[in-house]
């Protein structure tokens, strides 16, 4: 069955499967959050990201935000890899010719069997605009943040 099949997530991908009234499930922070995934942190990469919302309003596609507590856990990195760091740098690299990142870790909690908790929230139905402006992705963008906001205030 193709329910759960894993697609592209480039524009064209993600609009064709909304045409088809297929929802889509985007991982928003994807290869950058997955490189500055530490444990006991929850640093999204999200201010950003503007298109998944451009492309909702585009299709009148509600936004449900949903969260996993406890992924940062599973892993742990081998070394730091800030942002300048020479490790980073080449991860970088490897991202942008790959299409994916590369973080290097030692499995953290899987051998202990860390639990995670995914939560929905509510959601957030936007309206159907063909060429949204600026203003409004970021209106929709702030909203979407504030439903986030509330699975962690929980």
Same mark, same amino acid.
């Given at each position: 069955?193709?329910?759960?099949?894993?697609?592209?997530?480039?524009?064209?991908?993600?609009?064709?499967?909304?045409?088809?009234?297929?929802?889509?499930?985007?991982?928003?922070?994807?290869?950058?959050?997955?490189?500055?995934?530490?444990?006991?942190?929850?640093?999204?990469?999200?201010?950003?990201?503007?298109? $998944?919302?451009?492309?909702?309003?585009?299709?009148?596609a509600?936004?449900?935000?949903?969260?996993? $507590?406890?992924?940062?856990?599973? $892993?742990?990195?081998?070394?730091?890899?800030?942002?300048?760091?020479?490790?980073?740098?080449?991860?970088?690299?490897?991202?942008?010719?790959?299409?994916?990142?590369?973080?290097?870790?030692?499995?953290?909690n899987?051998?202990?069997?860390?639990?995670l908790?995914?939560?929905?929230?509510?959601?957030?139905?936007?309206?159907?605009?063909?060429e949204?402006?600026?203003?409004?992705?970021?209106?929709?963008?702030?909203?979407?943040?504030?439903?986030?906001?509330?699975? $962690?205030d929980?």
């Open positions: 069955s193709d329910v759960y099949k894993r697609q592209d997530s480039n524009r064209s991908t993600i609009k064709t499967l909304l045409d088809s009234d297929t929802s889509v499930g985007i991982v928003v922070g994807g290869a950058d959050e997955a490189l500055n995934a530490r444990p006991h942190t929850a640093d999204l990469t999200l201010e950003t990201r503007l298109g $998944f919302v451009r492309i909702a309003l585009e299709h009148g509600a936004l449900i935000p949903v969260y996993t $507590f406890g992924e940062n856990e599973l $892993f742990t990195p081998m070394w730091p890899n800030p942002p300048e760091s020479l490790l980073r740098r080449t991860q970088d690299v490897l991202k942008q010719a790959l299409g994916y990142s590369l973080p290097i870790v030692l499995p953290g899987i051998m202990a069997h860390q639990e908790h995914t939560v929905v929230g509510r959601p957030l139905l936007v309206p159907q605009i063909d949204p402006t600026l203003e409004e992705v970021l209106h929709w963008h702030q909203q979407y943040v504030g439903r986030l906001q509330e699975l $962690f929980k």
